[in-house]
């Protein structure tokens, strides 16, 4: 399973960005896809997940009603839809890929089997 993360850059504060995480070398059906980001001297932190065949969707608070997680089976790609961006949210954010689903809190990184290399998001003020 190989996960690519893409579309990260440069917006201003209040501005958006869409990331794609294209999927290949597997069935992805019964996966649940995440989403987590490092900041500048920070730990690695859990942004979201939903499950590939739908459903099953949570983000993290910081970030609940500005970022929403979609799938597009056709492209096998998951997307990440950032608005409101805020300075806070400058980060290399990463895809990540749980088989047969999260069993146990979503934000716990060791879940999830597979990695994506990051892309990075910086949110100027």
């Known amino acids: 399973v190989q996960l690519q993360a893409s579309g990260g850059g440069l917006v201003q504060a209040g501005g958006s960005l869409r990331l794609s995480c294209a999927a290949s070398?597997?069935?992805?059906?019964?996966?649940?896809m995440g989403w987590f980001r490092q900041g500048p001297g920070k730990e690695r932190e859990f942004v979201g997940v939903?499950?590939?065949?739908?459903?099953?969707?949570h983000y993290d608070n910081s970030v609940k009603g500005r970022f929403t997680i979609s799938v597009d089976d056709a492209k096998s790609t998951v997307y990440l839809q950032m608005n409101s961006l805020k300075p806070d949210d400058t980060a290399i954010y990463y895809c990540?890929?749980?088989?047969?689903?999260?069993?146990?809190?979503?934000?716990?990184?060791?879940?999830?089997?597979?990695w994506g290399q990051g892309t990075q998001v910086t949110v100027s003020s």
């Open positions: 939903a499950n590939w065949s739908g459903g099953g969707t």
């Open positions: 070398g597997g069935v992805f059906s019964s996966y649940a």
């Open positions: 990540a890929a749980a088989l047969y689903g999260v069993a146990g809190p979503p934000h716990l990184s060791s879940l999830y089997n597979y």
